[in-house]
């Protein structure tokens, strides 16, 4: 069974759910590869900033956890909140690991903040149906599971989004539970974890595999973030509308104001893209989703321009802040400016630019639509509605939202934001 995976966009003043086939582009779009068979890069000790030097190996396109070798267990270097993992488990006889999530290091083991997808040899032991292979450990048992004997690959998948938690095991959801359920909530009294303060208390956190001592291998690891749950989304906050532009100041060069740079024509803002300046948002805004709409005039040919995020700091060109890139060819670029905290991924960065994943704007000319999450640490691009780029480990502070005027004239349209709880 296939389950379609839901994306969140505006439309007419609110927030739908959309239904992606899992071909689709935009559903194909945002998946980072933790294992490709050959690099650990991605991974490292729990407690520690490197990958275990024993224990676990890398064996025939696999990472493996040696039968009493040690290494403890190992996590992503990057945390996630809302997100889907899809991996190849392959247990020894008799063994028993599992698969951790939103797990933050402490003195304790991972098992100590993080929920556990139970890998098992099940034939091998006498587990109750809560502690099986893809249980939600000791909470949840799996139903109409079909497992694969030790020594056999099993494909497992994982969906955590706010409280909703799928675990899927050999292409069927056999667990799926409502961690704010008052049947979750009882099951959880009961249990060990109920003792543990930090247990399922964080909404974002590390990816774990387990040292349990036995031997467990991994292949084809990979996840994507997913945007944040509906139930988070405040109210919207229309920035332009088509009329006036009383939610915005503006900066720049040359003492210019606002009306020599910035007008709004037949219900769209126009930016003549000098001198050089930005507009931005007079409030600030941490966490948040933001939507426009941009395009470039045919006639005055391909332009510059970019969506500011976080910006703080001195009023200048250009101040401190995330960049999300507006240049016709380049929409769906990062630029860091001033040195913001931020990690993006290495093979696409060059320096303070971080190029898109690949190429979603319309012709010159037509609208696009962009649609950035900023949760968080966490920031993602959509480009009409695809995923293109996303940034982790996001320096986390209030700030404006601007508009920049770079040597081109753009034009913007229905500017909305929704804060996020």
């Not at 969140?8 to 239904?19: N, Y």
């Amino acid at each position: 069974m296939k389950r379609l995976t839901a994306g969140f966009l505006f439309a007419s003043g609110s927030v739908v759910s959309v239904a992606q086939s899992p071909t689709s582009p935009a559903a194909s779009a945002g998946w980072v590869t933790l294992f490709d068979g050959t690099s650990t890069e991605a991974w490292r000790g729990y407690g520690s900033a490197d990958f275990p030097e024993t224990g676990w190996v890398v064996r025939d396109g696999a990472l493996v956890h040696e039968a009493r070798g040690g290494g403890g267990d190992v996590i992503t270097r990057r945390q996630f909140a809302n997100f889907e993992l899809e991996l190849q488990w392959r247990i020894g006889p008799k063994a028993n690991s599992g698969i951790l999530y939103r797990v933050v290091e402490s003195k304790q083991p991972p098992y100590f903040s993080g929920p556990e997808y139970q890998l098992l040899d099940d034939a091998a032991h006498e587990a109750s149906p809560d502690t099986s292979a893809a249980a939600l450990y000791a909470l949840a048992a799996p139903v109409g599971k079909t497992l694969k004997p030790a020594g056999a690959w099993n494909d497992a998948r994982i969906v955590v989004r706010g409280d909703h938690l799928e675990h899927w095991l050999n292409g069927k959801m056999v667990v799926e539970v409502d961690f704010a359920s008052e049947s979750y909530k009882a099951a959880l009294a009961k249990s060990k974890f109920a003792k543990w303060p930090e247990f399922n208390m964080h909404r974002r956190g590390h990816i774990s595999l387990q040292d349990h001592g036995d031997e467990v291998a991994f292949r084809n690891i990979r996840v994507r973030e997913l945007p944040p749950e509906q139930a988070r989304l405040g109210e919207e906050v229309v920035l332009f509308d088509g009329s006036g532009l009383d939610a915005f100041a503006c900066f720049l060069k040359d003492g210019a104001e606002m009306g020599d740079v910035w007008s709004v024509v037949d219900g769209e803002l126009v930016c003549s893209g000098k001198p050089t300046g930005y507009l931005y948002t007079k409030d600030t805004f941490d966490n948040f989703v933001l939507q426009l709409q941009w395009r470039f005039d045919p006639k005055k040919g391909a332009g510059n321009s970019g969506v500011l995020l976080r910006m703080s700091g001195e009023h200048k060109v250009w101040p401190r802040s995330i960049e999300a890139q507006l240049e016709s060819g380049n929409a769906g670029d990062f630029w860091n400016i001033g040195k913001f905290g931020m990690n993006t991924e290495a093979a696409r960065r060059n320096g303070r630019n971080t190029k898109k994943t690949h190429a979603a704007e319309k012709p010159l000319g037509e609208w696009n639509r962009y649609e950035i999450v900023v949760d968080g640490s966490w920031v993602q691009l959509r480009v009409n509605g695809e995923v293109v780029n996303e940034a982790w480990d996001c320096e986390v502070l209030p700030g404006h939202i601007g508009l920049q005027s770079e040597g081109a004239e753009i034009h913007f349209r229905d500017i909305r934001v929704r804060p996020l709880r």
